[in-house]
């Protein structure tokens, strides 16, 4: 088997980052090229995943303070319009009794 660090569709870059030209749907060399592909491909998307928990980990102390403000603000509506609903309620009980 090759390694990868042999083959010429690796380039190894001056702070050994290595850099893939290879296909899996054209050029690949040998069978278990394949195989290392698919965990490249695998590793970035871990990658990628943990990029994103850790900026959801960012917005959520935000979307905590945007939720309470939220309740607060719908609880003042709901405080200011229950005078409405006592009203109406009192009427019934008058009309009922």
């Known amino acids: 088997m090759i390694e990868c660090k042999d083959c010429e569709f690796c380039e190894i870059g001056p702070d050994n980052q290595r850099t893939f030209k290879c296909d899996p749907f054209t050029n690949i060399k040998e069978p278990e ?10 590793d970035m998307l871990v990658a990628s995943y943990q990029r994103m928990l850790k900026w959801y980990g960012k917005l959520a102390p ?30 019934e009980e008058e009309e009922d009794g």
């Open 62 to 91: 935000l979307q905590d303070k945007i939720f309470k403000y939220m309740q607060r603000e719908i609880e003042d509506i709901d405080e200011a319009e229950r005078w409405k609903v006592e009203d109406e309620e009192e009427e």
């Open 33 to 42: 090229c394949i195989a290392k592909w698919q965990l490249i491909r695998l």
